[in-house]
């Protein structure tokens, strides 16, 4: 069986209240992290233990099983790099949902969407008064522990996950119509 490509986003997006800390490209400038394919190898720990995405997978409950495996991930990298565990927030979950749905939906991938609305302001929408946020996005990963594996072999994606100031996060999972996942996980710090 041949294994499948995933492609990672082509940036992490990381802000403070009132200043950009890492940023995502800018339509017209090139990408500080590029795209790329990354091969599943046979045998990869990842691929025989994972719980495979379906569309009874996306949920808005914070105890959802892939809420709870990316949760679990997340935290497990965090201690290892010294850093309190993150807890999940409905708002955040509800924000990252309403993300990953708009680009399976509308076929784009990307920070900002089409009609130019940056994380920031779907946080904010959410009901979240944030004074740190990062947003990290990706497409095409089966399971949770292949879109955090993933997402941890990207140093932008990586940073944002390892950042000890942010305390929370939730996980948006949607399938576009030909069953392609799109992920996105929004990490914040209340204000």
Avoid at 78 to 96: K, T
Wanted: hydrophobic share 40%.
């Amino acid at each position: 069986m041949r294994k499948p490509s995933v492609v990672l986003g082509v940036g992490a997006l990381a802000l403070v209240a009132g200043g950009l800390a890492a940023r995502a490209p800018v339509h017209g400038e090139p990408p500080r992290e590029p795209m790329r394919r990354v091969a599943l190898p046979a045998g990869d720990p990842i691929s025989a233990s994972r719980t495979v995405v379906t569309a009874a997978s996306v949920s808005s409950s914070p105890q959802a099983p892939v809420q709870q495996q990316v949760l679990a991930l997340a935290n497990q990298h965090r201690r290892g790099a010294g850093c309190e565990p993150l807890s999940l927030d409905r708002r955040l979950i509800e924000a990252a949902n309403r993300h990953a749905a708009d680009m399976a939906r509308r076929g784009y991938f990307d920070h900002e969407s089409p009609r130019g609305e940056m994380a920031g302001s779907r946080v904010t929408d959410a009901g979240y008064t944030w004074s740190r946020y990062g947003e990290n996005i990706a497409r095409g990963q089966d399971s949770p522990y292949r879109v955090m594996a993933d997402w941890m072999e990207s140093p932008g994606h990586r940073r944002n996950i390892l950042d000890c100031r942010f305390d929370q996060m939730g996980v948006g999972l949607a399938l576009a119509s030909g069953g392609t996942p799109y992920w996105v996980q929004e990490l914040a710090t209340p204000r």
